[in-house]
């Protein structure tokens, strides 16, 4: 599967913005999703993950009430919805695919975008 994810810009403190990921190839609605961002100088970490079925979900703790991940299968793409931003919010956000479960570790996944970049300022 292939990934290509969009929305990113910038943006003042308090404002939102909706990422998306649009996905190729068959199959999407198999894979378990997540979204990660790697902010300058700093390593790639998790933000939010759902399952092929919407069923589970998991966030970052500073994502939790203010992140919402959902999908479109019919669609083939994840968003990753961020309310209330705040400046350490500023990253470059890849969104990833993998089988099986969903996982917060950058290690399991398997497909990758390419990044989008968000920036938040105060």
């Known amino acids: 599967v292939q990934l290509q994810a969009s929305g990113g810009g910038l943006v003042q403190a308090g404002g939102s913005l909706r990422l998306s990921c649009a996905a190729s190839?068959?199959?999407?609605?198999?894979?378990?999703m997540g979204w990660f961002r790697r902010a300058p100088g700093k390593e790639r970490e998790f933000v939010a993950t759902?399952?092929?079925?919407?069923?589970?979900?998991f966030y970052l703790d500073s994502a939790k009430g203010r992140f919402t991940v959902s999908r479109d299968n019919a669609k083939k793409t994840v968003y990753l919805q961020m309310n209330s931003l705040k400046p350490e919010d500023t990253a470059v956000y890849y969104c990833?695919?993998?089988?099986?479960?969903?996982?917060?570790?950058?290690?399991?996944?398997?497909?990758w975008g390419q990044g989008t970049q968000v920036t938040v300022s105060s």
């Open positions: 190839g068959r199959s999407f609605s198999n894979y378990n």
């Open positions: 759902i399952s092929w079925n919407e069923a589970t979900k």
């Open positions: 990833a695919a993998r089988r099986f479960s969903v996982s917060k570790s950058v290690n399991d996944y398997d497909y």
